[in-house]
């Protein structure tokens, strides 16, 4: 069983930077791949990015692409997510998510939830 905890949300103002952090127990953090997946305020739950688990494969969802990266640190458990030029529709609250052995970019593949962080971008 592995347990998530995401940190490092918070409020920023339009064009501003927040990286988000989850740390990861209870599990080989190596054999599982990370993604983030963000869900605003009446909407669906919506893919935001995934790693693999050595970190040499990413994937981006279209509207994040070139502003945020994902990154690990499978030495310390842990799986980064630097969102640079924010914008209003970045606001939502963001989940760390881990899927054994193989990445997706399908939220609903991910067998791991952390409790979320919310991310209020103010324009």
């Known amino acids: 069983q592995v347990q998530l905890v995401e940190s490092g949300g918070g409020l920023v103002q339009a064009g501003g930077s927040l990286r988000l952090s989850c740390a990861a127990s209870?599990?080989?953090?190596?054999?599982?791949?990370m993604g983030w997946v963000r869900q605003a305020p009446g909407k669906e739950r919506e893919f935001v990015a995934r790693?693999?688990?050595?970190?040499?494969?990413?994937d981006y969802a279209d509207s994040v692409k070139g502003r945020f990266t994902i990154s690990r640190d499978n030495a310390k458990n842990s799986v980064f997510l630097q969102m640079n030029s924010l914008n209003a529709e970045d606001t939502a609250v963001y989940y760390c998510?881990?899927?054994?052995?193989?990445?997706?970019?399908?939220?609903?593949?991910?067998?791991?939830w952390g409790q979320g962080t919310q991310v209020t971008v103010s324009s």
């Open positions: 209870g599990g080989t953090f190596s054999m599982y791949a």
């Open positions: 998510a881990a899927r054994y052995l193989f990445p997706s970019s399908s939220d609903t593949d991910y067998s791991y």
């Open positions: 790693i693999s688990r050595g970190g040499s494969n990413t």
